[in-house]
């Protein structure tokens, strides 16, 4: 199934952020081996060459080591992994924030509409 990727920013950019999301979310474990170039540009839908490029950004940014003759791999370095999740996680709660307030909300309206929809998701889960 081909991955979910818009026209409206680079198609490279789109795969870097795909496969970091599934290194952060466990798709992938710290030591994995990714799936060749090929494989992965055909599940994505997408030209080996822009592939290829997202994968030598990931390179570039240590997230991912290539091995001669044996692929590319996924770091085993945790706190990098964990610190690229806390940077992602942050940046998501700063945009959500940024639009609370565009909306009008206060700091405190925010924590309150958060903790009354955490408390009705768990009341219908039970």
């Known amino acids: 199934m081909a991955w979910n990727l818009s026209s409206e920013r680079p198609i490279y950019a789109q795969i870097i952020e795909k496969i970091q999301q599934d290194i952060i979310s466990g798709n992938y474990a710290p030591g994995d081996r990714l799936p060749s170039v090929r494989d992965l540009a055909s599940e994505a839908a997408v030209n080996p060459n822009t592939m290829q490029k997202a994968l030598t950004e ?69």
């Open 58 to 126: 990931l390179e570039r940014t240590g997230l991912v080591f290539a091995q001669r003759t044996s692929g590319r791999y996924i770091t085993e370095d945790i706190i990098m992994i964990q610190k690229m999740k806390e940077e992602i996680a942050s940046a998501h709660i700063k945009e959500f924030l940024d639009k609370m307030a565009q909306l009008g909300f206060k700091k405190q309206e925010i924590i309150d509409l958060i903790t009354q929809l955490e408390k009705s998701d768990k009341e219908e889960k039970e």
